[in-house]
């Protein structure tokens, strides 16, 4: 069974322009949730979808957006990008909504660099 | 501010001998606590998890332990191995709220041959 992936795997973009990530979850699994991982701050949760809606939501501003598709393959867009946003972005998907620990999976991430 | 705290940044162990990862905590609402292993150019993988409602989790050579009072959770590891050299994340959850989790910002282990 493929596990989750996400593209691309590495992105340099410059302060300002708007950025879209992608990740295909397990197949079977319709909950799709993002993280956002740094040096000081560690995890960062930033929301999760399940079944094309948007569940759960963390703390990080409107300029952080997503969505998801009908086969389940969610996409994460930050728009106005700054320097603070440079981090790893991980995606997770699980069977059910709120899946964590043993029944979530995570990918391998997104390394995201804004100059 | 950090909810979930990992105060040790890095932590050196002879291959053999017990790792102990630390992490405190000052919610005092989370009821479920998880450990996550992580390599390089990998996601986190999870290793264990331990509910408020007990004390201690075992799961072969990796054993979480709980003291509520102090709002402190340990990672014991006996006996390390070079291929457990990674990046430890403790977190917490909440009932209610559980995607919600709230991760520290990691130890790395290095398990030394």
């Known amino acids: 069974k493929a596990g989750v992936t996400q593209t691309p795997r590495y992105l340099i973009k410059t302060r300002g322009q708007q950025v879209t990530l992608s990740c295909s979850p397990i197949?079977?699994?319709?909950?799709v949730s993002w993280y956002q991982q740094t040096p000081g701050q560690g995890l960062q949760f930033l929301f999760e979808?399940?079944?094309?809606?948007?569940?759960n939501k963390g703390n990080f501003p409107g300029r952080f957006s997503g969505r998801q598709f009908s086969n389940s393959r969610s996409e994460m867009n930050v728009s106005t990008l700054e320097l603070g946003d440079s981090a790893l972005y991980l995606c997770?998907?699980?069977?059910?909504?709120?899946?964590?620990?043993?029944?979530?999976?995570f990918g391998p991430g997104t390394r995201l660099l804004v100059l | 501010d950090q909810q979930v705290k990992q105060n040790s940044p890095s932590l050196s162990v002879q291959e053999g001998r017990i790792s102990i990862l630390n992490c405190d905590y000052t919610n005092s609402m989370f009821d479920y606590f998880l450990w996550y292993k992580k390599y390089p150019a990998e996601g986190p993988t999870f290793l264990i998890s331990?509910?408020?409602?007990?004390d201690k989790n075992e799961d072969g050579r990796f054993t979480v332990f709980l003291n509520k009072s102090a709002k402190h959770l340990s990672l014991h590891i006996v006996p390390s191995q070079p291929g457990d050299s990674a990046v430890y994340f403790c977190?917490?959850?909440?009932?209610?709220?559980?995607?919600?989790?709230?991760f520290g910002i990691g130890t790395k282990l290095q398990v030394i041959p």
């Open positions: 997770a998907s699980s069977l059910a909504s709120g899946g964590i620990g043993e029944t979530q999976y």
């Open positions: 979808y399940f079944s094309e809606t948007q569940r």
């Open positions: 197949s079977g699994h319709r909950s």
């Open positions: 331990i509910s408020s409602i007990k």
């Open positions: 977190a917490a959850a909440r009932a209610g709220g559980y995607q919600k989790v709230t």
